[in-house]
């Protein structure tokens, strides 16, 4: 199928006309978000806890057995189902000798040589993808797909497929290239900015657009009301690039006990960008692999906390950094008894 362009999923989507088939792929993850919201807002937000379905591929509900029978599952109300499958390279572009492994290309097959990958049976999503359902919307979101394994092909072959470049692109020509987007990017906005502001804004990036993007949401709300964003307002507000170094800081500090931290380290990750939903799924395989067998009193409620944030984000049932923020204290209770077992 040919490759959408962004400006025509808006239109599809403004119209309420979904393709049964999406592949979002791309380092560009705070606009994913914002595209993967806005097909789930297609879906009434009474509705959307029996008709919306957020999977992670290779966990638990996100094999290629489970996203096809989802993605087969008439909606309970509605007209329209809709299935995200989230981390989607750990199925169309999985790491050698992960067990989670997507079906190996042919050249692979012919290869004794060619790596110990335990590939997965994809053969029941490939026969979902030649005959998808018509009242379900299958999205697959990845950072980056392998276009040389069958699965892949499958996938791209019968999906709509959008590309949510990053920077690195415009960055390999030059910094400036960056500044420029940057400036387009503001005048859609009615605003704009000095030119060190904007350089110095395009160096604490360190190329990632998904901090630049948080940067300037964030910038726009501090400067509300001035047209021109100046590097005071810069200096201010924008952290440096390598401001978070640890991506398990957040569970660290609960297994810890430390609430103070674990929500510095939660605004740390919104701050750069992180998606919300990722940081959840972080705190769920933590609950499952790490509190369980340290703290089994705890998991009930902590499973429960993690259930309600996790509908509450999919139906915009509040802000983001504050449900997370709510999550976080409510994980956090006495450091865990071993330590080793919830530290990383």
Same mark, same amino acid.
């Given at each position: 199928?040919?490759?959408?362009?962004?400006?025509?999923?808006?239109?599809?989507?403004?119209?309420?006309?979904?393709?049964?088939?999406?592949?979002?792929?791309?380092?560009?993850?705070?606009?994913?978000?914002?595209?993967?919201?806005?097909?789930?807002?297609?879906?009434?937000?009474?509705?959307?806890?029996?008709?919306?379905?957020?999977?992670?591929?290779?966990?638990?509900?996100?094999?290629?057995?489970?996203?096809?029978?989802?993605?087969?599952?008439?909606?309970?109300?509605?007209?329209?189902?809709?299935?995200?499958?989230?981390?989607?390279?750990?199925?169309?572009?999985?790491?050698?000798?992960?067990?989670?492994?997507?079906?190996?290309?042919?050249?692979?097959?012919?290869?004794?040589?060619?790596?110990?990958?335990?590939?997965?049976?994809?053969?029941?999503?490939?026969?979902?993808?030649?005959?998808?359902?018509?009242?379900?919307?299958?999205?697959?979101?990845?950072?980056?797909?392998?276009?040389?394994?069958?699965?892949?092909?499958?996938?791209?072959?019968?999906?709509?497929?959008?590309?949510?470049?990053?920077?690195?692109?415009?960055?390999?020509?030059?910094?400036?290239?960056? =500044?420029?987007?940057? %400036? &387009?990017?503001? !005048? /859609?906005?009615?605003?704009?900015? @000095?030119?060190? +502001? $904007? #350089?110095? *804004?395009?160096?604490?990036?360190?190329?990632?657009?998904?901090?630049?993007?948080?940067?300037?949401?964030?910038?726009?709300?501090?400067?509300?009301?001035?047209?021109?964003?100046?590097?005071?307002?810069?200096?201010?507000?924008?952290?440096? =690039?390598?401001?978070? %170094? &640890?991506?398990? !800081? /957040?569970?660290?500090?609960?297994? @810890?006990?430390? +609430? $103070? #931290?674990? *929500?510095?380290?939660?605004?740390?990750?919104?701050?750069?960008?992180?998606?919300?939903?990722?940081?959840?799924?972080?705190?769920?395989?933590?609950?499952?692999?790490?509190?369980?067998?340290?703290?089994?009193?705890?998991?009930?409620?902590?499973?429960?906390?993690?259930?309600?944030?996790?509908?509450?984000?999919?139906?915009?049932?509040?802000?983001?950094?504050?449900?997370?923020?709510?999550?976080?204290?409510?994980?956090?209770?006495?450091?865990?008894?071993?330590?080793?077992?919830?530290?990383?």
């Amino acid at each position: 199928m040919p490759a959408l362009s962004l400006p025509a999923l808006k239109a599809q989507i403004a119209n309420r006309r979904l393709a049964p088939l999406y592949l979002f792929v791309g380092e560009d993850l705070k606009l994913v978000d914002r595209m993967v919201d806005a097909i789930e807002s297609t879906v009434d937000p009474a509705d959307r806890p029996f008709a919306v379905e957020r999977v992670y591929a290779g966990e638990s509900g996100g094999t290629p057995l489970e996203i096809s029978a989802s993605a087969r599952s008439m909606p309970m109300l509605g007209d329209r189902r809709i299935v995200i499958v989230l981390r989607a390279e750990r199925l169309l572009k999985p790491k050698r000798g992960s067990k989670a492994g997507a079906t190996a290309s042919d050249d692979e097959r012919a290869d004794p040589d060619g790596g110990d990958e335990q590939p997965v049976d994809a053969a029941p999503l490939e026969e979902y993808l030649a005959a998808p359902v018509p009242t379900s919307t299958l999205v697959f979101v990845a950072t980056a797909v392998d276009r040389t394994r069958r699965l892949s092909k499958r996938v791209i072959e019968c999906a709509a497929v959008v590309e949510f470049q990053g920077l690195g692109r415009v960055a390999a020509e030059s910094r400036g290239g960056i =500044q420029g987007w940057l %400036t &387009d990017q503001l !005048a /859609v906005a009615g605003r704009a900015i @000095e030119r060190g +502001a $904007a #350089r110095l *804004l395009v160096e604490r990036c360190g190329d990632d657009i998904s901090k630049l993007r948080g940067d300037v949401e964030r910038l726009l709300l501090f400067a509300e009301g001035r047209r021109t964003i100046t590097t005071d307002d810069v200096m201010a507000v924008v952290t440096e =690039q390598f401001a978070v %170094t &640890d991506d398990w !800081a /957040v569970t660290n500090a609960i297994a @810890e006990g430390n +609430a $103070a #931290r674990a *929500l510095s380290e939660t605004g740390r990750r919104l701050d750069r960008g992180d998606s919300p939903h990722q940081l959840v799924g972080q705190l769920r395989w933590w609950v499952s692999a790490r509190l369980a067998p340290s703290a089994p009193g705890r998991v009930k409620a902590a499973l429960e906390a993690l259930l309600r944030t996790d509908l509450a984000l999919k139906s915009s049932g509040g802000d983001d950094r504050v449900l997370l923020e709510r999550l976080v204290v409510e994980l956090t209770e006495q450091p865990l008894a071993n330590l080793r077992g919830g530290r990383f």
